[in-house]
């Protein structure tokens, strides 16, 4: 990705609303990887996170402002829900593969012993 792609999604991104996994791993590898890119995060986040209304609940005096903090965590929670997706999709191809290699097996064997078994009903 590029610095110029990644400043384009940098409130969608803050905002939650990119869906797109691919997308979502190449911001955060390219937020990891580029210093200016990871900064610029931080900026829109501070700004994001100190608009507040005043009806948001949000104690400003009890206000966690490490920033820092608070953008690698997000990255790292990003990068650890894409893990977790990749892992369900596996686990779910394997489990379909299994499924359908036990139909086929059963099926095989139906078609296989299909005379005995008509002939066991006669």
Known sequence: M?????RLLINDYIDGKIENEKTLE???NHAQNCKDCKEELEMFYAVKMG???DDSGVNTKAFDYNFDKKVKDL???TKKEINKNRLIRKITRIILIVALAIIIGIA??????QNELIGGIR
């Open 108 to 113: 095989i064997y139906i078609g296989m012993n």
């Open 26 to 28: 190449k911001l955060v």
């Open 2 to 6: 590029e610095c110029k792609d990644f």
């Open 51 to 53: 608009i507040g209304d």
């Open 75 to 77: 990255l790292d929670d």
